[in-house]
């Protein structure tokens, strides 16, 4: 199935968080919290200004974003758990700065 989120919407899909601490403890399913990272699967065409101008996001398709612990409806498209987020309820994109530092 294919889905296209409206207006100013995005559509994340979760990262798996880490099955152990650090210090070698295994989390079980019950103890582990949501992770508030996400990888951004699809946009929306963006929201309108009071003008009727059309404003693009900031976000795109690839994105690794961070959001808020109790953000977004969570729904289900072919048996895989989504989250569907206003643009606002992002809290920023996770950028991979070992990849900025092979290219310099």
Wanted: proline content about 4%; cysteine-free; aromatic content about 2%.
């Amino acid at each position: 199935m294919k889905f296209q989120p409206l207006h100013d919407r995005i559509l994340v899909r979760r990262v798996s968080s880490e099955e152990k601490t650090k210090a070698g403890i295994i989390i079980p399913d019950t103890a582990k919290e949501k992770p508030q990272e996400g990888e951004v699967i699809a946009v929306g065409p963006g929201a309108r200004n009071d003008q009727g101008q059309l404003v693009e996001l900031d976000v795109k398709v690839g994105d690794r974003v961070l959001f808020g612990k109790w953000s977004g409806t969570e729904i289900k498209i072919d048996g895989e758990d989504l989250l569907i987020l206003k643009e606002a309820d992002v809290l920023g994109i996770i950028e991979d700065l070992s990849a900025d530092k092979k290219a310099a």
